[in-house]
């Protein structure tokens, strides 16, 4: 792969609106991943195997609870620290994100919200750490855009809970050491529990031939009458608004990580632009390639503009579930059609894993779809604006 020379477009002065905190979590992120991951992940996804040696590294940048507070081993960051990280680190690859993306809003955030004190202390400094790896268990095989219907189960045996039920497509499974499971109880109502890897009758076997996300590991989580002890639920919050309260912790995420994929794309295909020489000059003296560079960098940083303002209102505890629904489905949509302009501007080479783009383009296929479907959100911003549900 190619020396990562990348430079991060800031069009509109961005940097002006962050603090210096800001820009030194940012920072020090955007080194590490140019050291840490740009040298090493093209090998990975093209061997699809997710590269454990970094998680230390991802814990030291903040990448594993950026948001939670620091007497639990957060790095008690706001929800731009937290954004700008996300960014950084899918600016490298869009599944190391996702593992950290699951390890903090998907784990870290359920347990710190809805778990006891106990469990804040028994889970939440492992976790920031990278000593324990987590995964959050919600899709299953025939529930996945209606998580409410899930049919995983658990039943009360007096000094424990008996879970039973499968999950699918769960990032990180193969080698969590905890899973944040989402199931009914008797009377059909959802709860969280954290089941441990070493529990009878739990296993997490992983799901091959991805062509997307392949530095990450997926899995399936089956439950076969697995004991889990009555102090693993989560005892704080129940129903599917709590499963949901976690995936808008993770989109926003994804809002800002959707950005990085999208300026490593953009920024590659313009240093390509004005070196490749064809007909006598650079293809970026022509005005076809200009068009879609100069729609890149338009679109970038709008996306930049409305994630910046999310972060706000959610610093100030005010954005909306649909809010966090437009910024996804908008920032990540952005992403992928940069990705297959910038693709079309590297002609052949932009294929090969000489180049980013391509596998960003993969990626960003599994980022469209995980978190909510880009047609569910659509439905989430259409039923904000017109009161009536048209999913269901
Ligand atoms: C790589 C990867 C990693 C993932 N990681 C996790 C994880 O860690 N944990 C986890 O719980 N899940 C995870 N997921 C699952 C992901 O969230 C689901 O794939 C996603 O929610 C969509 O569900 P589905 O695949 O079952 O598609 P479906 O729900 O079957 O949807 C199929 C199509 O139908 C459309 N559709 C569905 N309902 C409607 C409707 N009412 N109106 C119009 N169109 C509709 C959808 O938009 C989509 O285009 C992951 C998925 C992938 C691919």
Redesign the pocket.
Known sequence: MKPDLFQAPDYYNLDELLTDEHKMVRDAAREWVKREVSPIIEDYAQKAEFPKQIIKGLADIGAFGPYIPEQYGGAGLDQISYGLIMQEIERGDSGVR?TAS?QSS?VMYPIWKYGSEEQRVKYLPKLASGEFMG?????EPD????PGGMITNFKDKGDHYLLNGA?M????APFADIAVVWAKDESGRIHGLIVERGMEGFTTPETHN?W??RA?A?GELIFDNVKVPKENLLPNKSGLGAPLGCLDSARYGIAWGAIGAAMDCYDTALRYSKERIQFDKPIGATQLQQKKLAEMITEITKAQLLTWRLGVLRNEGKATTAQISMAKRNNVDMALTIARDARQMLGGMGITGEYSIMRHMMNLE?VV????????HL?ITGMDVTGFA???
């Open positions: 996702s699951v998907l995964c959050f268990g919600l899709t529930h996945g855009s209606n999950k497509w769960i990032s990180n991805k997307s996300l990450s997926t599994s779809t995980y978190e909510g479907t880009h047609d569910i439905l048209a999913f269901k």
